[in-house]
């Protein structure tokens, strides 16, 4: 009876353990953007969604200038950094980032964002690192959306055989740079 009662007690505790890895089940659920070059070279961004209505009351929040400050390092999104990795040299609205594996943050702003591409990866998505670890500091362009984006959103526009568009989305706000393989 005994050893029954241990292997019911491990078969529960591997399923919670199971149950609490799930990523798919958190607040802020995992997602990805693609872009992919004409010679097969690609970037990957892997990012955490965290969604307009609080999860735990369902009410809206005030996104951008409430709970993302304005002026301040964001890890953009939600839970683990940020990734960013590209096959590919490219540049980024004119700043060189070499092939390789980088976390991305950004600085909202009522006016122009700017994008930070940091050397540091690997760690949760904040605090943010600091300056000593950026690659490049960049412009972003940004537009009020007609819709709010309930969920927060990277994702990629093919703009050319060796270019794309990265867009984030949320709330009413679409931040872009512009991504051309060199």
């Known amino acids: 009876m005994r050893k029954l ?3 019911a007690l491990i078969v529960v505790t591997l399923a919670c353990i199971a149950s609490a890895q ?8 995992p997602a990805s953007a693609h872009c992919a070059f004409g010679d097969g070279k690609t970037i990957h961004v892997d990012y955490s969604s965290p969604r307009m209505k ?4 369902g009410q809206p929040r005030k996104i951008f200038g409430g ?3 304005y002026d301040k390092e ?3 999104g939600a839970n683990e950094a940020t990734t960013f ?25 009522e006016g122009t964002w700017k994008l930070i591409i940091s050397k540091k990866t690997g760690e949760w998505g904040i605090p943010y690192p600091g300056e000593k670890d950026d690659l490049a500091r960049v412009d972003m362009k940004k537009e009020t959306l007609s819709k709010p984006v309930e969920n927060f959103t990277i994702s990629f526009d093919k703009t050319g ?14 931040a872009y740079v512009d991504i ?3």
């Open 5 to 7: 009662a241990f292997a």
């Open 22 to 29: 799930d990523k798919s089940k958190r607040p802020s659920p």
């Open 54 to 57: 609080d999860p735990k009351t």
């Open 67 to 69: 709970l993302v400050p």
């Open 74 to 76: 964001w890890r953009t």
């Open 85 to 109: 990795v590209t096959t590919a040299d490219v540049t980024v609205n004119g700043a060189n980032v070499p092939a390789g594996s980088y976390t991305l943050f950004t600085v909202p702003s």
């Open 161 to 174: 055989p060796k270019s794309c568009r990265m867009k984030l989305e949320w709330e009413t706000t679409r």
């Open 180 to 182: 051309s393989e060199k």
